[in-house]
């Protein structure tokens, strides 16, 4: 097995980082910025119209893989509403880079 599909077999693991809350932060931090980076890469090549649409569906569809592995509905809501909130800071920054930074601010007081 060489490097790359290691480290992709690795990310594609489900993870809800239970009792380690500085896991689960840069988890969704990456979920946000991975999500942003995707999303501005994507308009690039197709414009900015369809880019936010393609990369939340690619999301969905990813999601729905990791609970098909897992069964653990909470990990896939946390992860989805990061990822789409990297679409969603695509979209207006302004708005949504404060407001995910919030959320998760919140979401990890709740889980420490």
């Known amino acids: ?14 993870n809800d980082f239970k009792d380690n ?15 942003f980076v995707l999303t501005l890469y ?3 090549l197709i414009g900015d119209l369809y880019a936010p649409i393609s990369i939340g569906a690619l999301w969905l569809i990813w999601e729905i893989s990791q609970y098909k592995k ?3 509905f909470i990990d896939v809501i946390e992860d989805l509403i990061f990822e789409i ?3 969603l800071i ?14 998760l601010i919140l979401c990890l ?3 420490l």
Request: net charge positive; no cysteine; aromatic share 10%.
């Open 70 to 72: 897992s069964n653990n």
């Open 1 to 14: 097995m060489n490097l790359i599909t290691k480290i992709f077999n690795l990310l594609s693991e489900p």
């Open 42 to 44: 994507l308009s690039l």
């Open 21 to 35: 809350p500085y896991g689960w932060l840069t988890n969704q931090v990456g979920h946000l910025s991975l999500s």
């Open 85 to 87: 909130g990297g679409v």
């Open 109 to 111: 007081i709740r889980r």
């Open 90 to 103: 695509f979209i207006n920054w302004n708005i949504f880079l404060p407001l995910s930074i919030l959320v």
